[in-house]
């Protein structure tokens, strides 16, 4: 187990594709998630120690998609196996400025009631 205030293990590039709680990249992270439109509890954290992010959702059912992407950088997505949540693996961002798209995509005939969305960020939001 990682002790607190330990480097992350993947600061930048080395962190494409991991696993955030892996990698101690939750540590440090912020947390943008509107309260208004989402009713999946869709979120994107961004860890600026890891130089990286991913996306959450709280609220969905198995089979529900959640993607994360980073223009220029990548993009992972994630399927809910059980429960309700599910987060995706990370995408790094570059010092600086960045812009990061989180989805949520219903599983077609599954139970979540919303339709599929997006909500967006850059470094300049106003983390949590």
């Known amino acids: ?65 959640v993607t994360v992407k980073v223009p220029g950088r990548g993009s992972r997505t994630a399927e809910i196996e059980y429960g309700d949540d599910k987060f995706t693996n990370m995408v790094a961002v570059p010092g600086g400025a960045f812009q990061v798209t989180a989805c949520t995509t219903p599983k077609p005939g599954g139970k979540s009631t919303f339709e599929s969305y997006c909500i967006h960020a850059t470094q300049a939001t106003a983390w949590r």
């Open 1 to 65: 187990m990682k002790a607190f205030l330990d480097d992350p293990t993947c600061p930048g590039d080395a962190c494409n594709g991991k696993n955030p709680q892996n990698q101690g990249c939750g540590e440090d992270a912020r947390t943008f998630k509107p309260t208004v439109g989402n009713p999946a509890q869709l979120q994107i954290r961004y860890s600026e120690d890891c130089k990286a992010v991913w996306a959450r959702i709280e609220r969905g059912s198995p089979g529900d998609l």
